[in-house]
């Protein structure tokens, strides 16, 4: 089936600092979306991706679709200690594949 | 607030307990999706609903049954369950096309989860 490598499996660090994190896979997806989760809850969308090549931003937050739809990374700019949480990304084919995760950790 | 209920927030249960759990989304959508989200592994799905019809079982144990009386509701009913089936269950929500294919727009929308503990 398809899978997703998320890398890294974790981050620390220090507020203020900017993150990256990324997906590949080894599958065409149409669609690519990254997800955030908060401690006891459920994933929220963070940003939706829709054409290969195709960079969004939403805040503090920058994604990009792969040029072959095959990877898609996710920035995220002057972190702050709320950006603490599990970032998920997935691939939208005929149903969701979802990424292991990026666990960030923001030290004040 | 993404429009998606679960309840109840945590349940423990029993292995020969008989629990249901509950899914309610507000946001007019007609798919309807069960994850299982354990430590360490990515999240897995389990079951589809399309416009209330199951679609997909993901390989999923039979003390596993799924319901969905109409396009706002589903259901996760659990019977003889097994420790290692302790985990976070997603309940999730989209708008598919009429045909059940996803469409660029159909991003899905998750629920806050059950914390089952299985004893």
């Known amino acids: 089936g398809q899978q997703l490598n998320q890398s890294p499996q974790s981050m620390f660090i220090q507020e203020g600092e900017d993150v990256s994190m990324n997906c590949t896979s080894s599958?065409?997806?149409?669609?690519w979306l990254w997800y955030k989760q908060d401690p006891g809850e459920g994933p929220v969308l963070l940003i939706a991706?829709?054409?290969?090549?195709e960079l969004t931003s939403n805040g503090r937050l920058t994604a990009q679709f792969g040029i072959t739809r095959k990877d898609s990374f996710l920035n995220i700019s002057a972190s702050i200690p709320s950006d603490v949480g599990i970032y998920f990304c997935a691939g939208q084919g005929n149903m969701l594949t979802f990424g292991g995760g990026t666990r960030l950790m923001v030290k004040p | 607030e993404t429009g998606v209920t679960q309840t109840p927030r945590h349940l423990v249960m029993g292995m020969t307990n008989k629990k249901s759990l509950k899914c309610e989304q507000h946001?007019?959508?007609?798919?309807m999706y069960w994850y299982k989200q354990s430590a360490k592994k990515p999240l897995e799905l389990m079951f589809v609903?399309?416009?209330?019809?199951?679609?997909e079982n993901n390989s999923v144990p039979s003390r596993f049954s799924p319901e969905c009386p109409n396009s706002s509701h589903l259901f996760l009913h659990l019977h003889t369950l097994q420790p290692e089936d302790s985990a976070l269950y997603l309940c999730?929500?989209?708008?598919?096309?009429?045909?059940?294919?996803?469409?660029?727009?159909?991003?899905?929308?998750f629920g806050p989860g059950t914390r089952l503990t299985v004893l």
């Open positions: 999730a929500s989209s708008q598919r096309g009429l045909a059940g294919v996803p469409r660029p727009d159909n991003e899905q929308f």
């Open positions: 991706l829709y054409k290969a090549g």
């Open positions: 946001l007019g959508h007609n798919a």
């Open positions: 609903y399309n416009f209330k019809e199951q679609t």
């Open positions: 599958s065409i997806f149409n669609t």
